[in-house]
């Protein structure tokens, strides 16, 4: 899964890094996002391409209400064409998603008895900007009000990511984005062949404080790298 990640380049590097067109709106650096937090996408609408901000954790445009209990901040890509919160976006509606590196935790022998996960910060290794690939959707709220959300696509893990977690956000290299947000394609398999593990001898994963866990903690040492906690398990083959 991911459920925390890092974006802290400028609006105007994300534009040159992506060939955004344009973009009006304001962007500080973040270090800690979690869903619910307004955050850039990057979508296509014919040969124009935008920087939008919009809401992590999809609402699908038939919902009736968004509904915050619905873990829609990451979309499995296993069968992701047959869901019905999906499968109209995945054809339609795809993003990137920039990002700096994103956070996962390491299981802990004693975190079943209240002990606690050790948070690691994971990125390229070249500590180059990057996107996940995502999806979005519009609501419109019964008042007229507009709702713009996205979600995370996740996969298999590679081989860094798994001794953290069985799952990991995809990342597309950068030779499959405009493939991805190419709007005319719309045939859900062809993209879906891009959603595989980024390859593991490219990224890097590091232990970093706890302070990750808490939300409303967003500085620049979330990513500063520490010690591990004894008992976290992977310490030997992640601590870089």
Known sequence: MCGRYVLRHSAQEIQQRFGV???????????NIAPTQQMPVIVQH?????????????VPAWAKEPNASLSTFNARAEGIAEKPMYRTPLRRQRCLVPADGFYEWSPSKDAGKGG????????????????????????????GSDLWS?????????????PLHNRMA??????????????????????????????????????VSTLVNNARHDTPEMISPIRPVEGAS?????WT
């Open 21 to 31: 067109d344009e973009f009006t709106g304001t962007l500080v650096p973040h270090y």
């Open 46 to 58: 014919g040969e124009a391409r935008q920087m939008q901000m919009m809401r992590w954790g999809l």
């Open 116 to 143: 606690k996960k050790q948070p690691y910060f994971i990125h390229l290794r070249d500590d180059a900007l990057f996107a996940f690939a995502g999806l979005y959707d519009h609501w419109r709220a019964p008042d």
């Open 150 to 162: 996205y979600t995370i696509i996740t996969s298999e893990p590679n081989d860094l990511i798994a």
């Open 170 to 207: 995809v990342i597309l290299p950068r030779e499959n984005e405009d493939e991805w947000l190419d709007p005319g394609i719309t045939d859900p398999f062809q993209v879906m062949r891009l959603l595989k593990p980024y390859p593991a001898d490219q990224m890097e994963a590091f232990p």
């Open 234 to 238: 992977g310490e030997s083959t992640l």
